[in-house]
């Protein structure tokens, strides 16, 4: 875009001056027309990105729960080999819960990437996971903050945030990412455990740790919620239900 108003220029001294004004226009901008007279830079070459990597069917694999990512085969990507950054977060402190693995894992990879201290909430069961997710952090020359609980407790929500803001020493980006799904195909078969758990999970814990970290930030922070893809792909059972 930089380029449009003083090519126009140019076209307008070139009608009235002739070649002087040209000469007047790459003295003014030498930079301008060298950038002209430069030969084009080759990028790299473009992919089909639906063939780049592993695509269904899988092979069955179970896990008790919670289950881990590095248990998965093939391995899920969240951008370990091929997320750069660029440097757009640089100096912002984030904290996201589930950062362990899935979206949670990725958002934490890109933000250290991109400048960002990442804190990050996890279960307990998932300490594996999280110790590789410490290392891609502060891979990218950032600081992480690995902070196990259960955020269905509110109080743990509120130390979640307290211990998130001392470890970062602020906090600007909070990414509300954690959630639970366990399909029935009957109404009948969801207990009320179960769904206290996932409401527990997606919704109260989201309140919760929001509530806690208003405090916290200053207008230009960021506040991200996260959505079941079910909103807009749902599962095929679903729709045989009656």
Same mark, same amino acid.
């Given at each position: 875009?930089?380029?449009?108003?003083?090519?126009?220029?140019?076209? #307008?001294? &070139?009608?009235?001056?002739?070649?002087?004004?040209?000469?007047?226009?790459?003295?003014?901008?030498?930079?301008?027309?060298?950038? &002209?007279?430069?030969?084009? %830079?080759?990028?790299?070459?473009?992919?089909?990105?639906?063939?780049?990597? $592993?695509?269904?069917?899988?092979?069955?694999?179970?896990?008790?729960? $919670?289950?881990?990512?590095?248990?998965?085969? $093939?391995?899920?990507? *969240? +951008?370990?080999?091929?997320?750069?950054?660029?440097?757009?977060?640089?100096? #912002?402190?984030?904290?996201?819960?589930?950062?362990?693995?899935?979206?949670?894992? /990725?958002?934490?990879?890109?933000?250290?990437?991109?400048?960002?201290?990442?804190?990050?909430?996890?279960?307990?069961?998932?300490?594996?996971?999280?110790?590789?997710?410490?290392?891609?952090?502060?891979?990218?020359?950032?600081?992480?903050?690995?902070?196990?609980?259960?955020? #269905?407790?509110?109080?743990f929500c509120q130390k979640l945030v307290?211990?998130?803001?001392?470890?970062?020493?602020?906090?600007? %980006?909070?990414?509300?990412?954690?959630?639970?799904?366990?399909?029935?195909?009957?109404?009948?078969? %969801?207990?009320?455990?179960?769904?206290?758990?996932?409401?527990?999970?997606?919704?109260? /814990?989201?309140?919760?740790?929001?509530?806690?970290?208003?405090? *916290?930030?200053?207008? +230009?922070?960021?506040?991200?919620?996260? &959505?079941s893809v079910n909103a807009y792909a749902?599962?095929? #059972?679903?729709?045989?239900?009656?």
């Amino acid at each position: 875009m930089t380029d449009k108003p003083s090519t126009a220029r140019t076209s #307008r001294r &070139s009608v009235v001056g002739g070649m002087a004004g040209g000469v007047l226009a790459a003295i003014a901008n030498p930079a301008q027309a060298q950038q &002209s007279n430069a030969a084009p %830079i080759a990028g790299p070459a473009k992919q089909d990105p639906t063939t780049q990597y $592993p695509r269904p069917p899988f092979k069955p694999q179970q896990q008790e729960w $919670p289950g881990l990512a590095g248990k998965m085969d $093939p391995r899920p990507d *969240h +951008g370990e080999e091929s997320y750069k950054g660029s440097g757009r977060l640089a100096g #912002r402190k984030a904290l996201i819960t589930g950062g362990d693995s899935g979206m949670g894992r /990725a958002a934490a990879i890109a933000f250290a990437r991109e400048g960002a201290d990442v804190a990050f909430g996890y279960l307990p069961a998932e300490e594996a996971d999280a110790k590789e997710v410490v290392q891609l952090i502060e891979a990218a020359g950032r600081k992480a903050v690995p902070l196990p609980g259960d955020i #269905r407790d509110e109080a743990f929500c509120q130390k979640l945030v307290e211990d998130a803001v001392a470890g970062l020493d602020g906090l600007d %980006i909070l990414v509300s990412n954690a959630a639970r799904q366990q399909p029935q195909k009957e109404l009948a078969d %969801i207990t009320t455990e179960a769904f206290d758990w996932t409401f527990k999970t997606n919704v109260y /814990a989201m309140f919760w740790i929001t509530k806690a970290a208003l405090k *916290h930030m200053d207008a +230009g922070s960021s506040i991200i919620v996260t &959505s079941s893809v079910n909103a807009y792909a749902p599962d095929e #059972r679903w729709s045989t239900m009656p």
